[in-house]
T-cell receptor
Framework: NAGVTQTPKFRILKIGQSMTLQCAQD?????MYWYRQDPGMGLKLIYY???????DKGEVPNGYNVSRSTTEDFPLRLELAAPSQTSVYFC?????????????FGPGTRLTVT | KQEVTQIPAALSVPEGENLVLNCSFT??????LQWFRQDPGKGLTSLLL?????REQTSGRLNASLDKSSGRSTLYIAASQPGDSATYLC?????????????FGKGMKLTVNP
């Protein structure tokens, strides 16, 4: 299994541009998550999904959109990029929402908005 | 609102020491607590997950304990090695509204010197 994969690894955007961060998992997990990590900080949840067709906002959703058309893929869309969105973005997945289940993380996408 | 704190933010020790990493959280209504390791420029690797009904979990040289009533967890690393150098994050999963998300501490950067 490849686990959780993310593309691209690095990206530089100009202010006002848009892009989609890709995330895929091959573990047949229902739950998927997007987090961002700012320097010296913990991770903060942007959006999550409990299954195909179902998404919900996390702690910091403004400026982002998501969709979940398949179990495997959970892309994150940035519209009108702003410098405040410079961060490292992590996608994660888990098999369910029960207490004994771990979240598995992808390697991250490092985004710079200038 | 759940808050997770890890103190100190950084620790530098000589090789061979036994280490205790601390994590505290403000709301004891949790499903589980997870310890992660993050190497520079990399994603998160899950080390241990403790369910709310458990007191501790062990994996090799790592032992994590959970005291839900006092809002504390410790990660014990026995006989530390230079390869243990990384940032260690703890995260809790709440059992009430928004239970799908993990709330992260800011992490503790560990350096083990040869």
């Amino acid at each position: 299994n490849a686990g959780v994969t993310q593309t691209p690894k690095f990206r530089i955007l100009k202010i006002g541009q848009s892009m989609t961060l890709q995330c895929a998992q091959d573990m047949n997990h229902n739950y998927m998550y997007w987090y961002r990590q700012d320097p010296g900080m913990g991770l903060k949840l942007i959006y999550y999904s409990v299954g195909a067709g179902i998404t919900d906002k996390g702690e910091v959703p403004n400026g982002y959109n998501v969709s979940r058309s398949t179990t495997e893929d959970f892309p994150l869309r940035l519209e009108l990029a702003a410098p405040s969105q410079t961060s490292v973005y992590f996608c994660a997945s888990s098999s369910s929402g029960t207490s004994g289940v771990e979240q598995y993380f992808g390697p991250g996408t490092r985004l710079t908005v200038t | 609102k759940q808050e997770v704190t890890q103190i100190p933010a950084a620790l530098s020790v000589p090789e061979g020491e036994n280490l205790v990493l601390n994590c505290s959280f403000t709301d004891s209504a949790i499903y589980n607590l997870q310890w992660f390791r993050q190497d520079p420029g990399k994603g998160l690797t899950s080390l241990l997950l403790i369910q709310s009904s458990q007191r501790e979990q062990t994996s090799g040289r790592l032992n994590a304990s959970l005291d839900k009533s006092s809002g504390r967890s410790t990660l014990y690393i026995a006989a530390s090695q230079p390869g243990d150098s990384a940032t260690y994050l703890c995260a809790v999963r709440g059992s009430q509204g928004g239970s799908e998300k993990l709330v992260f501490g800011k992490g503790m950067k560990l350096t083990v010197n040869p």
